[in-house]
């Protein structure tokens, strides 16, 4: 027998034995055999060069060999079922069309389109159930099966591959993009992407338009466009918009020339992370108001990505057409996002709450596919580092496009022009401070505002107080405090202003305070998140009102449900009349999975001033295809008591995506829309593509086989087509053509990505990149190009052993390559065994992983070495012996000694 590396696979062997020796010596069966427990053997399955399962057990037959039919069909995870009291087993194999249906009563045996009657000796009876012969397995199952006793092995040959690998497939996928993404980007090699004087623009364009028909207003006929672009300009990045409305008529055009630098160091003693002209987004303040985007310029030194304010954030990236978007905060459920005319998700204004706060955005896709991005905050390690400075400065012209077609209404409470300088200084690790200078042109008055502000750590709080002043008068503080007692975060605020045009609206006298919770509820096993906010504000003309919500997110199934309710209640003043009635009114949200369709959903009841249900909507997603899917929705206003309904369907091509929507209500109202989106690559000609190029950035990889491992494509060297990329938690969607490229979009702007290659993808099991990881940092509209070569590659085992020559079992094992980078892990095995597979050309080096080492009480340093070359692609090891830590300690403590003694 064969080696054998899996302790529940010689459990296996070892129960077998004893029931075959319980029930008795022999079972018989066919004319001159019996099953002997001490014949039976075990063979490990395996189908190009993977190991499936724990293994099947076997008996020798006087044909050939017999496999337990039960252990087949688990180990190749086959839906069948074995009735022994009537004899049959019914199910199918790898497809549906496969059906296999075994009658050994009638002596019939039906597989797919084709039926035969029971071979003598293609099923015998043993103690564990049945046993099926290797030839009439290969029959009916359509592969070939062939057991090598000898060497313990079970060998399957399929053409296509089966189910059972491609999920094998999937797990290792999974956990090797898991693995990349939380690597250390700064110790890999990083793909520079200089600016150049003139990159020709990506463009997307979304084109839609429609009829409608009203009862009231006849036929109505509208019809949108807008185009995307993104690229470069004396050394500069760029994006552009150009607009329509409804009619058709130009109505925005938006410019914004820009350069972003995670690392700093633009615009020489400026030392900036980022500066913009054109269309620039103003300064948000917690007291001045939201930043507004209009023309004009602006430059920080600010990291790219932080909390929009300490108790606030943003999220927003790519989301294709098709899919959709959902966003929790430490396991709320708290919104969804469909793909508007970008194809991007929004989520603005999200709270945060003290100390750790898990964001996962989870996006589903029309076949089924799921992406998360998870994003970890820290509120209360977010001051500005000691020493250092950060600033923001700009002046812009807030809801003014570069170019207006339009006359734009002007709001009286936004200024015709704004400039913002702020300036915050870290103190010490816990403390910083911020000065804030903002003057505004209005209608009918100039006004300077002059805002200063303190941020100190407390212990578990953090708390943040400010004050501002303008040049007529006008006062306003604030102070907030966010901490956690226990398992309950809270937050506190109040903020009193006094003639101040407070968030930038009008001039009034202002006091309001706000508490906000958050805490888990633990219902048995389960913990359900819970958060509740009241807000009073009262105001100086005697009004004043009261605001509460709650919300509760749970996950049932396979469904993620929030509920929330919410309370407004008005209070007059004195000399007005009595108080208007309060408002009550609930909320639910959910989505989840019924087999193949996508459901969610949502509904609002109002309790207060009068108890009615006031709307519902749901919608189902499903794909019929590959490229095609349908999207069905009802939705109910109880107000205006109309129903709709819709059907879209959604086709995509390998150059555009295309939806069409018909949408019917119960007043009579019937409408048709389509929407097409589709751009334009200017890395392949202006080809057009489905992909959206120009509002995120983008990889465009290369793959071929590095023959001489110089590290460069010469022309003869070939490329390599259907192999997979990776970048960061993401897979393409599809591999790489003939000319071994692949284009991978919808990348986060500015957010370092490592980008690899599955192996698994890969034809020749004898390949490997060359690096396993390239770090790239994408901008929008640019494509960086990258070169994934592939070398030969082989495999290193060896074996872990103890001081007596046991295996050492659940040690983590690292593969050092010549320069001492960790460039591979393995887990030791039962027996101590560790295997590296499709490791590439070179010399290493092995040791243990520095918290297996601590926890076992071993040194890491192991003596032992490998060189992997096309001579020998296999390099076994042999049994590598553990030093116990303590000994090293020990001859350290004798060598001082010693050296003492000799001064």
């Not at 709307?615 to 590959?626: H, L, P, R, T, V």
Request: include cysteine.
């Amino acid at each position: 027998m064969g080696r054998i590396r899996d302790w529940g696979r010689t459990a296996l062997t070892f129960m077998a034995l004893a029931s075959a020796g319980a029930i008795g010596a022999s079972t018989p069966n066919l004319s001159g055999w019996a099953a002997e427990p001490d014949d039976q053997f075990l063979l490990d399955v395996s189908i190009r060069q993977q190991r499936l399962g724990d293994g099947v057990r076997a008996y020798p037959t006087p044909e050939g060999t017999c496999i337990i039919l039960g252990d087949f069909l688990t180990t190749l995870d086959v839906p069948m079922h074995i009735d022994l009291d009537s004899k049959t087993a019914k199910g199918w194999a790898f497809k549906e069309a496969n059906r296999i249906s075994i009658d050994r009563a009638a002596g019939k045996v039906q597989f797919g389109t084709l039926s035969e009657t029971l071979p003598a000796g293609a099923i015998r009876d043993v103690p564990e159930g049945w046993c099926a012969d290797t030839n009439a397995l290969s029959r009916w199952f359509g592969i070939k099966v062939v057991p090598r006793t000898g060497g313990s092995v079970l060998l399957l040959e399929s053409q296509a591959k089966l189910p059972v690998e491609e999920a094998i497939a999937r797990r290792k996928r999974a956990a090797s993009i898991k693995k990349n993404a939380s690597l250390e980007l700064s110790s890999l090699p990083q793909v520079k992407l200089p600016y150049r004087l003139w990159r020709a623009p990506a463009l997307d364009f979304v084109v839609s338009g429609g009829v409608t028909y009203r009862a009231s207003t006849g036929t109505e006929i509208d019809r949108r466009a807008a185009v995307y672009a993104a690229g470069e300009i004396a050394t500069l990045s760029y994006t552009a918009q150009v607009g329509s409305d409804d009619k058709g008529e130009p109505q925005v055009f938006r410019f914004r020339a820009f350069r972003s630098d995670p690392d700093g160091g633009l615009l020489g003693p400026l030392n900036a992370t980022h500066f913009e002209v054109g269309d620039v987004t103003g300064h948000d303040d917690k007291l001045l108001g939201p930043g507004i985007n209009g023309r004009g310029v602006a430059v920080t030194n600010q990291p790219l990505f932080q909390p929009a304010a300490f108790d606030r954030t943003r999220f927003e990236g790519d989301l294709p057409a098709g899919w959709e978007a959902e966003i929790y905060r430490n396991g709320q459920l708290l919104g969804f996002a469909e793909a508007g005319d970008d194809e991007r998700y929004h989520f603005d204004d999200v709270q945060l709450v003290y100390g750790d706060n898990q964001v996962d955005i989870v996006l589903y896709g029309p076949q089924g596919q799921i992406r998360t991005r998870t994003e970890n905050v820290n509120v209360g390690q977010d001051n500005v580092p000691k020493g250092e400075t950060w600033y923001w400065a700009g002046v812009n012209q807030p809801g003014k496009d570069i170019i207006n077609f339009q006359d734009v209404t002007d709001d009286p409470n936004r200024p015709n022009l704004q400039a913002t300088v702020a300036v915050a200084h870290g103190i010490d690790a816990k403390t910083s401070v911020a000065l804030l200078v903002q003057a505004v042109m209005l209608d009918d008055e100039n006004l300077t505002y002059v805002e200063g502000s303190v941020r100190r750590s407390v212990g578990r709080a953090l708390v943040e107080v400010s004050a501002a002043r303008d040049t007529k008068g006008g006062t306003a503080a604030r102070a907030q405090v966010l901490t956690k007692l226990g398992d309950v975060a809270l937050s506190a605020e109040a903020i009193a202003t006094n003639n101040f045009r407070y968030e930038g609206d009008r001039r009034e006298s202002v006091h309001e305070a706000r508490l906000s919770a958050d805490a888990p509820i633990k219902i048995g096993r389960a913990s359900i998140p819970a958060h509740a906010d009241v807000r009073y504000t009262e105001k100086a003309d005697g009004t004043s009102y009261l605001e509460a919500a709650g919300r509760l997110s749970t996950h049932i199934n396979r469904f993620n449900l929030s509920g929330e309710v919410h309370y407004l209640r008005n209070y007059a003043s004195t000399d007005s009349g009595p108080d208007p009635p309060g408002e009550l009114e609930t909320s639910l949200i959910g989505s989840g999975r019924v087999g193949p369709v996508r459901l969610r959903g949502t509904a609002t009841w109002e309790f207060q001033p009068q108890s009615r249900f006031k709307n519902a909507e749901g919608s189902a997603y499903w794909s019929a295809s590959q490229n095609a899917d349908f999207e069905a929705g009802v939705s109910y206003d109880a107000l205006t008591r109309v129903a709709r309904a819709r059907l879209t369907h959604i086709r995509r091509f390998d150059t555009m995506a295309l939806s069409v929507t018909g949408e019917a209500a119960s007043d009579g109202a019937l409408a048709l829309g389509f929407n097409l989106n589709f751009s334009l690559d200017p890395s392949h000609g202006f080809g057009l593509s489905r992909q959206t190029l120009a509002n995120a950035g983008a990889v465009k990889a290369r793959v071929y086989r590095d023959l001489n491992d110089n590290g460069r494509r010469d022309l003869d060297e070939p490329l390599e087509k259907g192999a997979l990329i990776t970048t960061g938690s993401r897979l393409a969607e599809h591999g790489t053509d003939a000319h071994g490229e692949v284009m991978v979009a919808g990348l986060s702007n500015y957010v370092p990505v490592a980008v690899g290659i599955d192996t698994s993808s890969l034809s020749d099991p004898m390949l490997a990149p060359r690096q396993a990881l390239q770090v790239v940092t994408p901008r929008p509209g640019i494509a960086a190009e990258v070169d994934i070569p592939l070398v030969g590659a082989g495999d290193i085992e060896g074996a872990i052993v103890r001081d007596g020559g046991d295996g050492f079992e659940g040690l983590d094992v690292e593969l050092l390559d010549a320069s001492g980078k960790v460039v591979a892990t393995a887990r030791t095995d039962f027996d101590g065994f560790f295997l590296f597979e499709r490791v590439a050309y070179g010399h290493y080096g092995v040791r243990i992983a520095a918290e297996s080492a601590r926890v076992a009480k071993v040194a890491q340093a192991l003596s032992a070495s490998a060189d992997i070359t096309s001579a020998r692609p296999v390099v076994r090891m042999g049994a590598i012996r553990v030093v116990p830590a303590q000994q090293i300690a020990s001859a350290d403590m004798v060598k001082e000694s010693s050296n003492t003694t000799l001064h």
